[in-house]
């Protein structure tokens, strides 16, 4: 089976910082691109966040950049998401995505592009 775990998750307060995970198995790892989305109540899913699967490329929402760190493990079979200087804003719920294709380039990323995998998502809360 293919599968795709996010843990990490939890309450923070302004300003600090979480590491997200998203543990992949039953893919090549290295061959699928891996995306972070999030989507809060009332709100549309918004594209967090990509990496190509050779990890040489990455891509960020404007409303992350400079703050978060997308990062894979291929030993571990394992994408990171580092968050730092949270804000309320972004609360949400996160969750994982893969494609066996290369949707993640330098150039950027579509994130309405049909993702073949997802997590279960992992609750991301940032209030004081």
């Known amino acids: 089976q293919v599968q795709l775990v996010e843990s990490g998750g939890g309450l923070v307060q302004p300003g600090g910082s979480l590491r997200l995970s998203c543990a992949a198995s039953?893919?090549?790892?290295?061959?699928?691109?891996i995306a972070w989305f999030r989507q809060a109540p009332g709100k549309e899913r918004e594209g967090v966040s990509c990496?190509?699967?050779?990890?040489?490329?990455?891509n960020y929402a404007v409303s992350v950049k400079g703050r978060f760190t997308i990062s894979r493990d291929t030993a571990q079979n394992t994408v990171y998401l580092q968050m730092t200087n949270l804000e309320p804003e972004d609360t949400a719920v996160y969750y994982c995505?893969?494609?066996?294709?290369?949707?993640?380039?330098?150039?950027?990323?579509?994130?309405?592009?049909?993702?073949?995998?997802w997590g279960q998502g992992v609750q991301v809360t940032v209030s004081s």
């Open positions: 990496i190509h699967g050779g990890g040489r490329a990455t």
């Open positions: 039953g893919i090549i790892f290295d061959h699928y691109d």
């Open positions: 995505a893969a494609a066996p294709n290369y949707f993640c380039l330098a150039n950027g990323w579509n994130p309405s592009l049909p993702f073949t995998y």
